[in-house]
């Protein structure tokens, strides 16, 4: 797009359903062919552009990796153990709590969940081990929940739980002894109202698998994965911060912002570059995990290198 008002025109012609179209098109079409019809074709990199589900433009990981390449601790530190064990787990009647300090305390099923907006977002998430992804999510924003909770004007943080039940999570308290379950994970007010936190409840438009979190699981993109707590039973409005599992464990490795930053090491190894699942060369990490223009005003007056 060269010029502002240029885009302006461009946006005004576009409306959603030619927007699907138009997709329909390219996808029936395939990328070579389009090149050759002309049309909107020069703009097509800012049709896609204009999706806000996909504002960057990313390439989404395949299924495959995504269900299989996992962090689920509460079944095994393996990543290919812990996907056989989950499949024991079978989320049903799924209840989630909100207390604390809010004006309305109550409880959620999946079917109040769905009332809420759906939305679908393309994001990269980036574990705190150097290996990152593109994940198509689809759920609510957390912050539609929140505005119907309505938390009271003490409330600064919110945390969340996820099931503690040892007959499922069987390595719950037995490999890592010191990790201290249920896994409990913690937010600003101000980062959880942001509009790329959500709670997901599909990857794919497909339900998500016991092994992604099912059936619903934080999704902080600017973060490290291990904030993106999964299977949550409890979100829990407090005046102040508490600690999560991971800073509980060790605050020197995992702290409590733990916003992607290649400039700040983790203590056993550099966080500058990192692998995308499916590809073989490494790739600079970026800051926030490319989400600055979203979320850079969440941390304009905060040490980054101190508050990591
Ligand atoms: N309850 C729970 N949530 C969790 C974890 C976990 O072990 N238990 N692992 C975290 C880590 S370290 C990462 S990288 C992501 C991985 O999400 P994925 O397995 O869906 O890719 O989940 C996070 N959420
Ligand atoms: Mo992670």
């Known amino acids: 797009m060269k010029n502002y008002k240029e885009k302006n025109q461009l946006q005004e012609k576009i409306t959603p359903e ?5 997709r329909r098109e390219f996808l029936k079409l395939g990328a070579g062919s389009i090149v050759a019809s002309s049309l909107v074709l020069s703009s ?6 204009l999706d806000s589900t996909n504002p960057y433009n990313l390439k989404p990981t395949s299924y495959e990796d995504i269900t299989n390449y996992i962090n689920f601790y509460e079944f095994s530190v393996n990543k290919q153990k812990a996907v056989k064990l989950v499949q024991n787990f079978k989320p049903t009647n799924w209840n989630i709590e909100v207390s604390g300090e809010v004006e309305k305390p109550l409880n959620l ?9 759906q939305v679908d977002r393309i994001y990269r998430f980036r574990c705190v081990e150097a290996w990152g992804m593109v994940v198509p999510w689809g759920g609510i924003e957390l912050r539609e929940l929140i505005d119907f909770i309505k938390p009271k004007k003490n409330a600064k943080y919110v945390s969340f739980t996820t099931l503690l039940d040892k007959n499922i999570f069987k390595d719950q308290g037995t490999f890592f002894k010191t990790l201290p379950y249920p896994y409990v994970e913690v937010l600003r007010l101000d980062e959880a109202l942001n509009p790329l936190t959500l709670l997901a ?4 438009s497909k339900p998500l698998l016991p092994q992604n979190g099912a059936p619903i699981r934080l999704v902080v993109p600017w973060k490290y994965g291990f904030k993106s707590i999964k299977s949550i039973v409890k979100i829990e409005f407090l005046e102040s911060r508490i600690k999560g599992t991971w800073e509980k464990l060790d605050p020197r490795e ?3 912002y733990a916003n992607v930053n290649p400039n700040v090491s983790h203590p056993r190894w550099s966080q500058a570059k ?23 005003y969440l941390y304009k007056d905060l040490d980054l290198v101190k508050n990591f």
């Open 18 to 22: 030619f927007l699907f179209n138009k």
């Open 44 to 49: 097509l990199k800012e049709l896609f552009a």
């Open 109 to 117: 099923s999946m079917q109040d969940i769905e009332k809420f907006p």
């Open 201 to 204: 409840t599909r990857i794919y």
């Open 254 to 256: 995992y702290g409590f």
């Open 274 to 296: 990192e692998t995308k699942l499916g590809e073989v060369e490494k790739r600079d990490t970026l800051l926030f995990n490319g989400y600055e223009k979203e979320v850079g």
